[in-house]
T-cell receptor
Framework: DAGVIQSPRHEVTEMGQEVTLRCKPI?????LFWYRQTMMRGLELLIY????????DSGMPEDRFSAKMPNASFSTLKIQPSEPRDSAVYFC?????????????FGSGTRLTVV | SQQGEEDPQALSIQEGENATMNCSYK?????LQWYRQNSGRGLVHLIL?????REKHSGRLRVTLDTSKKSSSLLITASRAADTASYFC????????????FGSGTRLLVRP
């Protein structure tokens, strides 16, 4: 398996533009998580899905952020309109529940810069 | 909100020395996990210790868990320059939420 695949690896966009981040989880994993990492706030859970259904989106900063998982092999995180404070590294992770609990596999992340 | 807080925030040691990182958390857990993050990369799972375990080994890694103190430690023995990375603890809370809560991380620098 190629692991969790995120695209693009880097994104530079102007304030006000729409940004879409993409994630392909590991086949067979039924949980998908979106995290944001910044120096100031560390790793923040934004939203997670189970069997393509959003379970907890309490970490989504505001209405400008939205996430979808139309099928088991694809998820998107969209920011519209983007703002400079959205600059961060966004990680997608997938997992399945084992006997001893969850263990995540992370993608390599998308480094977003909003200018 | 971060459940785990790590100590120290940064650690610099000489190659061959041991590195110890500590993690404290707040709520009851199913398990605690440690992850490594190399610069510019995603996090990689290292080891998982269940709430009913006290110590676990994996290669040069040794993890301890004290649920009464709500703390864990990660020991890396005979460190190598390649161990230079940030290390995060993550807790699986006993609230059936199936979401890990990550700590703030310890940045480890191993000098050759």
């Amino acid at each position: 398996d190629a692991g969790v695949i995120q695209s693009p690896r880097h994104e530079v966009t102007e304030m006000g533009q729409e940004v879409t981040l993409r994630c392909k989880p590991i086949s067979g994993h039924d949980y998908l998580f979106w995290y944001r990492q910044t120096m100031m706030r560390g790793l923040e859970l934004l939203i997670y899905f189970n069997n393509n259904v959003p379970i907890d989106d309490s970490g989504m900063p505001e209405d400008r952020f939205s996430a979808k998982m139309p099928n088991a092999s694809f998820s998107t995180l969209k920011i519209q309109p983007s703002e400079p404070r959205d600059s961060a590294v966004y990680f997608c992770a997938s997992s399945w529940v084992m006997g001893q609990g969850l263990s995540y596999t992370f993608g390599s992340g998308t480094r977003l810069t909003v200018v | 909100s971060q459940q785990g807080e790590e100590d120290p925030q940064a650690l610099s040691i000489q190659e061959g020395e041991n590195a110890t990182m500590n993690c404290s958390y707040k709520t009851s857990i199913n398990n605690l996990q440690w992850y490594r993050q190399n610069s510019g990369r995603g996090l990689v799972h290292l080891i998982l210790i269940r709430s009913n375990e006290r110590e676990k080994h994996s290669g040069r890694l040794r993890v301890t868990l004290d649920t009464s103190k709500k703390s864990s430690s990660l020991l890396i023995t005979a460190s190598r320059a390649a161990d230079t990375a940030s290390y995060f603890c993550a807790t699986d809370p006993m609230d059936s939420s199936y979401k890990l809560i990550f700590g703030s991380g310890t940045r480890l620098l191993v000098r050759p």
